[in-house]
């Protein structure tokens, strides 16, 4: 099976902000403020983006933290299930 390719869902609009950035998705009004490393991870999410890639970005940026794999995973599900990424989730 193919790597999913990730991509901010239609609705939603990434914006970088001085010290972070702002998920807004204009069919609810929701607005998330991110920070730090999910920062990092979002301005990473763009077309032809996997999580692969940005593990592997992740990895080289912070050389030696063990739980990078596992955090990644985890704000990924966090936007899958406020449905701000685009397409099922594998």
């Known amino acids: 099976m193919a790597e999913r390719v990730l991509e901010f ?22 607005v998330r403020v991110v920070e730090g490393v999910a920062w990092g991870i979002c301005a ?3 077309p032809g983006t996997t999580r692969k890639s940005i ?4 990895l080289r940026r912070y050389p030696g ?9 985890a ?10 990424l685009r397409g099922p989730a594998s």
């Not at 593990?55 to 992740?58: A, D, G, M, S």
């Open 44 to 46: 990473l999410i763009e």
């Open 55 to 58: 593990l592997e970005e992740l």
């Open 9 to 30: 869902a239609p609705n939603v609009v990434f914006r970088e902000e001085p010290g972070g950035a702002i998920l807004f998705d204009v069919d609810t009004g929701d």
């Open 65 to 73: 933290e063990e739980s990078i794999e596992a955090d990644l995973d």
């Open 75 to 84: 704000f990924l599900s966090d936007l899958d299930e406020a449905g701000l």
